[in-house]
């Protein structure tokens, strides 16, 4: 392989996009990126970019000993795959379960890499 | 006879090392040297006896070898399969299947953990995870966080059901002189402690504290003829559901329902046949999702199951006689300490705590982040 799993994936995110790999034989939504699929054990597996509309799945407020306490979050993507990440623009305690999130991306600065994170959905 | 076979052995030996904070620069394996050679001394055998050794911590990679240099042994038996708490559990299965095999004729399980000396950062180091570690989740207290989330979300359960199970935790811990934790506690005080994670302050979180054990195993013909009585496995169960929080299917659904229907299919009983239940509680939603998991209550009511001192002493259901990881002790891999507390329970030793016409128990263990789920059952000469 030439390029790995995560490679792909960091490459889309430095593009602002979030990455996602699709099982054409299980016909569902991979996902952390692999070389091999879960469900049917292919190597079959091809790169999609998600619109970027999700769900939250589960949240908490983790307080650490120093500085502010910060949203963790599981979303479910719209096409049918979880991660990790985190809800900003609004209070940490106020993500709540089901809340309508959409993807930007994060840029942390200096040899760190981008990271996917979400905002609520703002209502038409 | 295909698979484990139902009180093909026994356990006969049990002990903790010193547990709590430990003597300065101890080592993991000191203490599981220390373990290994208080649970022979509590089963009449010498070190020459042991040829299975099991072991596990997260403060050595190969702690196997460890282990058999320190004790000078060479076993013709050997695994130190990890699977984070859980992993006793699995030795027990595995060491089953040895004595049944004749691959050894004693197998002692050993555990030691200095984490609250040294740290515990310097204990287990986390593994750089590229799809978690940016968002900073305090593992494993956060994941647990995200499980609790979903349970409420979905069952209504309530922080105040949450503190019921720390509460009764401490209840337990104050009967056990071994406890870390000497005062009782009260569900405000769990409600108004430290924010760890929501919905967990640091009273819905397990201790850090050092400690170790271990647990000789033997064939049932032989454990007969040892000074104690032996508590037999009655059936063992495991699941594997997931590695990351992210990747766990749905998060208020452990593998403990694979794990305790495997259990209770090879012990040929149910819930309502178990007398004793430890359950690893590394947070108070633990308790509440393996009560649910393992058939102790439906799906959702565990929120209101523990409440009303119902597994507190002098409640109908004892869980986590001994303290539990809330109160009693937690070096970052518990599961061994259950299987002891159930051991030391069916051969009535426990007394202030003691469980009255007790001849049942399941020790429940918990590894990663709900990722490894392993069900033991145990039984007294009664139950065969």
């Known amino acids: ?124 | 006879m295909d698979g484990l076979q139902r009180g093909s052995v026994a356990i006969v030996g049990i002990a903790e090392s010193d547990i709590g904070a430990v003597a300065k620069d101890m080592s993991a394996i000191d203490l599981m040297a220390q373990g290994v050679h208080r649970a022979l001394a509590d089963c009449g055998l010498r070190l020459s006896d042991i040829d299975g050794l099991l072991c596990a911590t997260a403060q050595s990679r190969t702690s196997g070898l460890s282990l058999a240099e320190y004790l000078g042994i060479s076993p013709a038996f050997i695994d130190s399969t990890i699977l984070g708490g859980s992993s006793f559990m699995f030795h027990v299965a595995h060491a089953q299947a040895a004595l049944q095999l004749g691959l050894c004729k004693v197998a002692v399980i050993a555990y030691g953990s200095t984490q609250r000396t040294i740290g515990r950062r310097q204990a287990s180091a986390r593994e750089y995870n590229p799809y978690e570690t940016p968002f900073r989740p305090f593992l494993p207290a956060t994941a647990y966080a995200l499980a609790a989330s979903r349970h409420m979300h979905q069952f209504g359960t309530t922080r105040t059901q949450l503190a019921a199970v720390a509460v009764a935790a401490r209840e337990w811990a104050l009967l056990n002189p071994a406890a870390w934790e000497k005062k009782p506690l009260t569900i405000d005080e769990v409600l108004a402690a430290r924010m760890i994670s929501y919905p967990f302050t640091i009273r819905d979180i397990c201790l850090v504290t050092d400690g170790g054990g271990a647990v000789v195993m033997t064939t049932a013909e032989h454990a007969r003829t040892l000074i104690k009585p032996p508590v037999f496995v009655l059936g063992c169960g495991q699941a594997i559901t997931h590695a990351n929080i992210s990747s766990m299917p749905d998060l208020t659904v452990t593998g403990a329902v694979q794990s305790g229907r495997a259990a209770y299919e090879m012990a040929r009983l149910g819930p309502g046949d178990i007398d004793v239940v430890e359950l690893y509680d590394a947070f108070t939603i633990n308790t509440v999702l393996f009560l649910e998991d393992l058939g102790f209550c439906a799906k959702g009511e565990g929120g209101r199951f523990v409440s009303d001192g119902r597994i507190a002493p002098g409640g109908t259901m004892p869980v986590n006689t001994n303290g539990g990881g809330l109160s009693y002790c937690h070096p970052g891999m518990y599961g061994l300490f259950l299987l002891v507390e159930a051991t030391r329970q069916l051969r009535r030793e426990c007394s202030a705590r003691q469980v009255a016409d007790c001849d049942t128990a399941i020790a429940h263990g918990n590894g990663g982040v709900l990722s490894s789920q392993s069900t033991v059952i145990l039984g007294t000469q009664a139950t065969l």
């Open chain 1, 1 to 124: 392989m030439t390029e790995s799993p995560l490679g792909v994936y960091q490459a889309h995110l430095e593009r602002g996009e979030l990455a996602y790999q699709w099982s054409p034989e299980a016909k569902r939504a991979v996902f952390y990126p692999r070389v091999i699929c879960p469900f049917t054990g292919s190597d079959r597996l091809e790169w999609r970019v998600s619109a970027g509309l999700g769900t939250v799945y589960a949240t908490t407020v983790t307080h650490p000993r120093e500085g502010a306490p910060y949203n963790v979050a599981l979303i479910d993507c719209d096409e049918g795959f979880r991660l990790m990440s985190r809800v900003e623009d609004i209070a940490p305690e106020a993500v709540k379960i089901g809340l309508r999130v959409r993807f930007r991306i994060h840029r942390p600065g200096g040899d760190e890499p981008s990271y996917p994170v979400f905002a609520p959905v703002e209502r038409a």
